[in-house]
């Protein structure tokens, strides 16, 4: 039998992958359905009133699963978020029951995806923050002078020195660097976005310049995570296309932790293809089963930092490494600007400076460039040795 396809470009779902929902979702209609009686405990009115409210929309479910599905996913599921696994549990079988569904899998099925993605959706950006920096006509001046500035990169750099970071200039523009390669038009092999991970001990100041670089950029350039789920990237409001993925710490990244898990495969293909897609069965408006592909497009940049010295095999490699200053040195100069700031005798960078690198990188487009010296780079690289194939872009 021919099988519908559906394809969603700006996604906001995600589920499990089969190949055949005829191979994993069971017949139960044969095993007697006991309801048991469900305790939930209300601290308070409002409790007692959303309980009531779940149980009457079960109540008013069509007989008939395909019919049921629309209310189940939009009005049933998102009321479940919070409910511990046997809440949960119950109230899928009672739905289970009432629509007369092939199995309790058919039902959970949906409600673990809207869950899923409740859960792994983070506040929505606030994408009106370039909007009001426009309004300004001075800031607007100022991103236009930037935009003109032949040492833009140096005083880009600067400003993160005046914003509180001590040293570390060569990680800042490479940071940057990183950030702004999603900009890069895609290559005729995949993208051609940069990654990075600073890599060091705890306490060792990894974080703090990569966070105080952010600060020049607007919300919406980029995706910040902690971690994520297999499938959390699909996610995204927005997508990640021409925007950096910013993973704080690369722990489900690490060897020993990642193996070939989902993510860190996920992340692989974004930064080296530029895409993403994977399939699920899913129903469409009718109630019926169809596959559904579902597509992230990159180009996407990523910056991570780890405590490991080394990340997953494949991903190792398509990284450039750097590490934070930990020399006696360092440590004095951040303590003694730690003290000046303390003291109040270090100025406060204007704001409108900072909303200023934000507006002017706003205006960025992606477009093809030539690099007329291109070829002195490749000589200067070959001079180093052979390089990896995957470092070898420009």
């Known amino acids: 039998m021919k099988r519908n396809v559906a394809t969603a470009v700006d996604f906001e779902t995600e589920d499990i992958i089969y190949d055949d929902p005829d191979d994993y979702i069971t017949d139960e209609s044969s095993e007697e359905f006991q309801e048991n009686t469900l305790e939930i405990v209300a601290t308070n009115e409002e409790s007692r009133s959303d309980i009531k409210k779940l149980e009457m929309l079960i109540e008013q479910l069509p007989e008939q699963f395909p019919e049921a599905v629309d209310i189940i996913r939009n009005e049933i599921s998102p009321m479940l978020v919070d409910c511990n696994t046997g809440v949960k549990d119950h109230y899928i079988k009672v739905i289970k029951k009432k629509t007369n569904a092939a199995s309790v899998k058919s039902v959970s099925l949906i409600i673990d995806e809207v869950i899923d993605r409740i859960n792994t959706e983070g506040p929505e950006p606030e994408t009106n923050e370039i909007d009001e920096i426009r309004k300004d006509p001075e800031v607007l001046k100022m991103a236009e002078q930037i935009a003109q500035d032949p040492m833009l990169l140096k005083n880009k750099i600067d400003l993160i020195g005046q914003l509180g970071v001590i040293g570390e200039r060569k990680n800042i523009a490479l940071y940057m660097t990183v950030i702004d390669s999603c900009l890069l038009p895609m290559g005729s092999t995949g993208s051609e976005a940069l990654a990075i991970k600073n890599s060091g001990p705890y306490g060792a100041g990894k974080s703090h310049p990569m966070f105080t670089c952010l600060k020049l950029y607007p919300k919406t350039a980029y ?57 699920y069965t899913g129903y469409d408006e009718d109630g019926k089963k169809v596959t559904i592909i579902k597509k992230m497009d990159g180009p996407t940049s990523l910056v991570t930092t780890t405590i490991k010295g080394r990340l997953e095999a494949q991903l190792e490699d398509r990284l450039v490494t750097i590490h934070p200053n930990t020399s006696s040195k360092q440590t004095q100069d951040i303590l003694n600007k730690t003290a000046e700031i303390a003291s109040g005798s270090v100025g406060q960078v204007d704001e409108k400076r900072i909303n200023a690198w934000k507006l002017y990188y706003d205006s960025l487009e992606s477009v093809e460039v030539i690099i007329p010296f291109a070829g002195d780079i490749a000589d200067y690289v070959n001079a180093g040795g052979t390089p990896n194939l995957r470092q070898t872009r420009f």
């Not at 722990?251 to 974004?270: P, V």
Request: hydrophobic share 35%; proline share 0%; charged share 15%.
């Open 223 to 279: 995706h910040l995570i902690t971690s994520g789920s297999a499938k959390s990237l699909y996610h995204v409001q927005g997508g990640l296309k021409h925007k950096a993925l910013i993973l704080t710490e690369a722990l489900a990244l690490q060897g020993e932790h990642s193996g070939d898990n989902e993510l860190a495969y996920s992340i692989r293909s974004l930064v080296s293809e530029g895409s993403l897609a994977y399939q």
